[in-house]
């Protein structure tokens, strides 16, 4: 599964899934009403396909210009770290005032949430590329035969 078809399952995969926990953690950690905080998750949710689609776009032309093919747990690692650090601009200003709380402490549950999310993002998308095969991007250049 290559292009937009598979942008599409991965961010609807993945977001299915981040709505579920966002909402947990921020009913544990902020002290929201599940009702409250599912709203913050969803919304947290619309900002984050949104950037995972730009995000996911501009690496994957970063990654098709690269000398070495294939994704090494060094370029998977700067894949989590840039897509979530991302996220922080975006989430801690709309918690802080959905949750009406600091933007200190809106920081501080979105620091969980990144650190969460990081190793969510490396094992969903090394499950996805393992489940769906890699993109073109990161594949070698096919043989020729002959």
């Known amino acids: 599964m290559q292009?937009?078809?598979?942008?599409?399952?991965?961010?609807?995969?993945?977001?299915?899934?981040?709505?579920?926990?966002?909402?947990?953690t921020l009913v544990l950690m902020a002290g929201s009403s599940g009702a409250h905080a599912s709203v913050a998750a969803v919304a947290s949710s619309t900002?984050?396909?949104?950037?995972?689609?730009?995000?996911?776009?501009?690496?994957?032309?970063?990654?098709?210009?690269?000398a070495t093919k294939g994704r090494s747990v060094a370029r998977r690692i700067a894949h989590a770290v840039?897509?979530?650090?991302?996220?922080?601009?975006?989430?801690v200003p709309l918690f802080a005032w959905w949750l009406d709380i600091s933007l200190w402490d809106a920081f501080i549950v979105d620091l969980w949430i990144v650190v969460f999310f990081l190793v969510y993002t490396f094992l969903f998308s090394l499950a996805f590329?393992?489940?769906?095969?890699?993109?073109?991007?990161?594949?070698?250049a096919p043989a020729h035969a002959a």
């Open 47 to 66: 900002i984050a396909v949104i950037w995972n689609f730009i995000f996911n776009t501009l690496f994957e032309a970063w990654e098709s210009r690269q």
């Open 82 to 91: 840039g897509f979530e650090g991302g996220l922080v601009a975006f989430l």
């Open 129 to 140: 590329d393992r489940i769906f095969g890699l993109p073109a991007s990161a594949q070698g």
């Open 3 to 24: 292009g937009l078809k598979r942008k599409i399952v991965y961010v609807s995969l993945f977001e299915l899934f981040a709505v579920a926990l966002t909402t947990t």
